[in-house]
């Protein structure tokens, strides 16, 4: 090998060196997934969301009708590889019992039995809010979800940062549950 290409391949080597520890260039794309979001009115669903996108929550009108659609969550479930479930933490007693029971509908459907949940409990900001012991406690969720991906967060729409950490938590159960599907 001629010393000019010697001195050519050292070049590339160290161009490719240098590439690599100063030059990353831009970031991997961030994988997108879809993800289904549940919970009886009034839990803050929209209006949390909205936040999330930077959107006034003021404008949030309460979805109507609501109640009798609950029936009809399950035709969003197929394609979802999450499930984000809020609930108002500030509830009656019958409406606490009313989503501790959809909950539980939805941790042991089919199409979602499988996928990691993030359970807000919404209303933190309000004075009956129950405690994330509480709810945990209440929903029976260690018992019921043992073996499942799950996550319990308190939230409100006054605390953004928690609500973030939340939302980061669950993309690191979604992006632990992509690297499972290529080791397989």
């Keep these: ?5 010697i ?3 050292f070049l590339y080597m160290d ?19 879809d993800l289904v979001c549940i919970g009886l009115t009034g839990s803050g ?4 969301l909205s936040k999330l ?29 999450g499930v984000i479930f809020v609930l108002d933490s500030a509830s009656s007693e019958d409406d606490l019992e009313t989503a501790r029971n ?5 941790l042991q459907h089919p199409q979602l039995c499988t996928l990691p949940f993030l359970i807000l409990a919404n209303h933190q900001d309000k004075p009956a809010a129950r405690s994330v012991q ?24 006054d605390d953004m940062d928690a609500l973030k950490d939340s939302f980061s938590q669950l ?10 599907a290529v080791r397989m």
Aim: net charge neutral; proline share 7%.
């Design 7 to 9: 001195t050519e391949a």
């Design 1 to 5: 090998m001629s010393d000019l290409r």
């Design 15 to 33: 161009y490719l060196c240098f590439r690599a520890l100063c030059c990353k260039g831009p970031p991997p794309a961030r994988p997108e997934y």
């Design 45 to 48: 669903k929209t209006s949390l």
């Design 53 to 81: 996108c930077s959107e006034s929550p003021d404008s949030v009108v309460s979805t109507t009708g609501a109640d009798n659609i609950r029936k009809y969550w399950s035709r969003y479930y197929q394609g979802s590889q």
């Design 171 to 180: 993309i690191n159960l979604l992006e632990e549950k992509d690297h499972e």
């Design 134 to 157: 509480e709810v945990k406690k209440y929903f029976e969720l260690e018992p019921l979800a043992r073996g499942k991906r799950w996550i319990l967060q308190p939230c409100s729409l």
């Design 102 to 106: 959809e909950l539980h509908s939805a």
